[in-house]
């Protein structure tokens, strides 16, 4: 299975959400706090963080919030920080998202697994053969 599939079921619960006129800056931004919180799951460093728990980078954030505001965006990201840790736990391994249109105007969402200089990312067997440009399926389809 390729990073944007993984991804694609990651973010599953909103395909509802996505714009029926295939706008691809709108859809970039929908899966912007998906993607957010799949890697500040990932780069949490500690390794005491229970499941579901909120990484501490989301912290500092949160001061500057009401306590109305604070609440609703702690529920929101807590969602997604319980689906990372307990369905996708095992993909351990940062994201960069990218949607556009290909040349037959299908919507493609990209995720791609960076490698930063010092970083080893724990990546299948599978993925570590070089391989054509993947294409993701229609997002509208899943």
Do not use: C
């Not at 299975?1 to 800056?25: Q, R, T």
């Not at 899966?31 to 005491?48: F, I, Y």
């Amino acid at each position: 299975m390729k990073a944007s599939e993984i991804f694609l079921d990651f973010v599953s619960p909103i395909s509802d959400a996505v714009p029926a006129n295939g706008n691809v800056s709108e859809l970039q931004k929908l899966l912007s706090v998906p993607e957010m919180v799949w890697n500040a799951v990932v780069l949490e460093h500690d390794t005491k963080r229970k499941v579901g728990r909120l990484p501490k980078v989301f912290d500092d954030q949160f001061t500057k919030l009401s306590a109305d505001d604070r609440a609703m965006t702690e529920a929101f990201l807590r969602f997604w920080v319980d689906r990372k840790d307990r369905l996708f736990s095992k993909h351990d391994w940062p994201i960069e998202v990218t949607v556009y249109k290909n040349v037959k105007q299908e919507i493609i969402v990209q995720a791609r697994v960076p490698t930063p200089k010092n970083f080893t990312p724990n990546l299948p067997k599978e993925w570590q053969t070089p391989k054509a440009r993947a294409t993701t399926a229609d997002i509208l389809k899943r």
